[in-house]
């Protein structure tokens, strides 16, 4: 049995608290592993359960998921950087769009620009909105500016001048004088970073790519000398759900600020397409954060811009400018701080809260023996018996039960009043709160029903917690995924190869000419073979995806839109009707104003040669034991309306000739799933464990 010639491949996903791994071998065979994500001794724990799977051998395909640049900007670590930019624009990452998402927050402050004032020079030189010269750059006072920033000692810099998307002349002669001013310094041009209209998001986005370049480049430096003894080089998964080399993800480290997140959006995706599932919500739940996404018809929903930092959350959609702006397409990712790690405390008011402070990897929940002090979420899991009480992830994580019931009379017992179980409850609780939050937010925000959609949960805890969160919605069927612990490395297994171009086009849509429509879609076509050669475009593995980014003419935010593939004088009038529908699932209402065209956007996928999840649904059905596999029992607490239940543990293989009943537990190496009582539980074709409401 073999998993699509994909040979040798290894993925790893670093995560808060633990580190995936998930590595096919070349028989088809998956060797996985969960290690804790200790940062000191990190790559070469990776390093040595790579070459324990593979016997020492070589690797075909090495593929990561990071968050080094998203642990950069949210704890203040990146490079040194200086934006150069237009006579007058030099304060436009502090003014960013005057927005104030705090409004009704007296003590409500806007992060800090990455790049502070004193690094931020400003040169003569202007483009007009047609790319004709209005200013010509001064080449004397570039290399003078230049010459005061190196006083700071930068470590990168951004340039970016008004209108540079139109015309880059004067951005690539910055370039020119910058190799001799500043030599090997690394540089972002903005038209090469995003070469599209508006001032802010254009300059905000190149200056966060300058911020994480050194930063970017370190990393990989220190990962391929740990790895590189397995002769293949590293690829990096990007916030769109695409895998890039890590020579591009050192070019612009900016693409991947969401590239742990959106491997397990990728695999819920590919899963519900496997399926059939035509609405799915993808619940992700590790050790620090959970997140949502939403995927219809098999693709998970994406977004043109993201804020990063600042507390940007479920409400950033709608109160922007705390964080940082990043104007490239990604997955539509919503995020809250409660993980497995979130620790549980009162506030001064007597209130049970949970997160968004984690105990992360070290010294991680109290009951990991550690050297955690405070009470999480896992502790409270430990003690209502959803979680083994002497060990998690295969054995490798001893627990220590007492020491979480311990923990959670002492912190939080105490001061509420109330019995062991009843805190622990409540610690659940208010974690499945804050996930139906960001389950709310892709979808109640976004114009849907809940009850319309299934449950695609994973991450380490995802799957605790599942079941409890889908009643509070009124969702009737919940997935647990194989390997749910491992998902998102699993889904780097799956990725294709994918790159994003874009350019401003600006006018009304009914006046659209299409002539000058396929002129810029012709030199689109042909940036993306001059950065990724002619063989990459012309390949019949890859696909190309035309978009439009399209708005209201009194709006300020536009809607990405896909191209259709019609006849030349029908796509206006099918853009049109795209636009006004999706407008009207998105706000609930369409409107008679002028529809503006704002951008020109290609997607551009080489499928690689992947996974799929009916192949490992034949695995497991393949290797299940001819003989019954031993039963235990387990003391489960599911609140003052459950009450205590007796659970009987079985493991994933069990429902593969029989359909069982909650209260279950179902355990595995990398997760624990939790069958309530009112559900009923199945095994599909796919290896997925079904659950479905029977009450």
């Known amino acids: ?102 409004s009704r927050d007296f003590n409500w402050e806007r992060s800090p620009a990455l790049i502070p004032r004193r690094c931020r020079a400003e040169v003569p030189e202007r483009m007009a909105a047609d790319g004709s010269v209005v200013v010509h750059l001064d080449r004397e006072a570039v290399q003078e500016a230049l010459r005061k920033l190196k006083e700071q000692k930068i470590e990168s810099l951004a340039v970016c001048f008004i209108n540079s998307y139109v015309n880059p002349a004067h951005e690539i002669a910055v370039r020119e004088i910058a190799a001799e001013v500043l030599p090997g310094m690394p540089i972002s041009l903005s038209h090469e970073v995003l070469p599209a209209y508006r001032e802010y998001e254009r300059t905000s986005t190149t200056s966060v790519n300058a911020y994480l370049q050194p930063v970017a480049a370190a990393y990989f430096d220190s990962l391929e000398a740990e790895l590189g003894r397995f002769g293949t080089p590293i690829l990096v998964m990007q916030s769109n759900g695409g895998v890039t080399t890590s020579l591009g993800a050192r070019a612009k480290p900016v693409a991947t600020v969401e590239s742990g997140p959106a491997a397990g959006v990728l695999a819920a995706s590919v899963l519900a397409r496997e399926a059939g599932i035509p609405r799915a919500v993808a619940l992700d739940m590790g050790g620090t954060t959970v997140k949502a996404s939403l995927i219809e018809n098999g693709r998970a929903a994406e977004k043109n811009e993201l804020e990063v930092g600042g507390y940007a959350n479920s409400s950033a959609r709608w109160f922007r400018g705390k964080g940082y702006c990043v104007a490239l397409p990604s997955f539509d990712i919503v995020e809250a701080g409660a993980g497995g790690g979130s620790i549980a405390w009162v506030d001064k008011n007597g209130t049970l809260r949970v997160g968004p402070e984690s105990a992360g990897a070290s010294p991680g929940p109290v009951c990991y023996g550690r050297g955690g002090e405070y009470p999480t979420i896992t502790d409270a899991n430990v003690v209502l018996g959803f979680l083994n009480p002497k060990a998690i992830a295969g054995g490798k994580v001893r627990i220590d039960s007492d020491a979480a019931r311990r923990s959670l009379e002492s912190g939080l017992c105490a001061q509420l009043g109330i019995p062991l179980l009843d805190a622990a409850f409540a610690v659940y609780q208010i974690a499945n709160a804050a996930m139906m939050r960001t389950v709310r937010a892709v979808t109640t925000e976004r114009g849907r029903d809940p009850k319309d959609y299934a449950l695609i949960a994973f991450g380490g805890a995802g799957p605790v917690h599942a079941a409890s969160l889908a009643e509070m919605l009124g969702i009737s069927r919940v997935y647990f995924p194989m390997y749910p612990g491992l998902f998102s490395a699993l889904g780097l297994l799956l990725a294709d190869a994918r790159h994003d171009f874009v350019q401003s086009m600006l006018c009304k849509l009914e006046s659209l000419d299409l002539a000058a429509l396929g002129k810029t879609q012709g030199a689109l076509v042909m940036r993306a073979g001059e950065q990724l050669g002619p063989s990459a475009v012309q390949s019949d593995r890859t696909t190309l995806h035309w978009s439009a980014d399209l708005r209201y003419s009194r709006q300020t935010h536009e809607m990405r839109v896909a191209i259709p593939d019609c006849p030349p004088d029908q796509v206006i009038s099918s853009l049109s009707q795209r636009f006004h529908e999706q407008h009207e699932q998105h706000f609930g209402y369409r409107a008679e104003d002028p529809i503006m065209l704002i951008n020109i956007s290609l997607k551009l996928i080489t499928s690689s040669k992947g996974m799929r999840f009916s192949t490992l649904g034949e695995s497991l059905r393949e290797s299940m034991p001819f003989h019954e596999p031993v039963q235990s029992k387990r003391i489960v607490y599911f609140g003052h309306k459950g009450g205590l239940h007796t659970a009987t543990v079985i493991q994933r293989a069990q429902l593969a000739s029989q359909s069982l009943c909650g209260p279950l537990i179902i355990e595995e190496p990398d997760t624990t799933m939790v069958v309530p009582p009112g559900w009923e539980a199945r095994l599909d074709a796919l290896g997925s464990v079904v659950l479905e409401r029977t009450t």
């Open 1 to 102: 049995m073999s998993l699509e010639a994909l040979g040798t491949a290894a993925a790893f996903d670093i995560g808060g608290t633990f580190t995936d791994i998930v590595v096919s071998l070349a028989d088809g065979r998956l060797k996985t592993y969960k290690i804790l994500s200790i940062q000191q001794v990190l790559g070469k724990t990776v390093a040595d359960c790579m070459a324990q799977a593979t016997g020492g051998g070589r690797l075909d395909a090495l593929i990561h998921g990071t968050t080094v640049g998203t642990n950069a900007i949210l704890e203040g670590k990146g490079a040194r950087a200086a934006l150069l930019t237009t006579r007058g624009f030099r304060d436009l990452l502090e003014m960013r769009r005057f927005s104030i998402a705090g």
